[in-house]
């Protein structure tokens, strides 16, 4: 589902709140939270949908349909120490 900003989170999905941390091998690490904004695009005609649902009431070939999603992921410590 999207939020009345356009915006999805990962607690919206998951339907809980996700782990702080998860575990890779041996390592605990942080989970990063990303958001995404989808948006549904006719490509003949440029119109933007605002839902699956809408284009597929109006009877539009779904080959006639783009859908882009974006995601924005918070900056990342780059210069991290290593051992």
């Given at each position: 589902m999207l939020g009345k900003d356009?915006?999805?989170?990962?607690e919206k999905m998951n339907g809980a709140n996700p782990p702080q941390t998860v575990k890779v091998g041996d390592?605990?690490?942080p989970v990063i939270t990303a958001?995404?904004?989808t948006t549904i695009k006719n490509k003949k005609?440029?119109?933007?949908?605002?839902?699956?649902?809408?284009?597929?009431?109006?009877g539009i070939?779904?080959?006639d349909i783009q859908i882009?999603?974006?995601?924005?992921?918070?900056?990342l410590d780059l210069l991290a120490?290593?051992?």
């Open positions: 356009g915006m999805m989170s990962s390592k605990e690490l958001k995404s904004k005609t440029g119109v933007i949908y605002k839902d699956e649902a809408e284009w597929k009431a109006l070939a779904p080959q882009d999603v974006k995601i924005q992921v918070p900056t120490k290593t051992k």
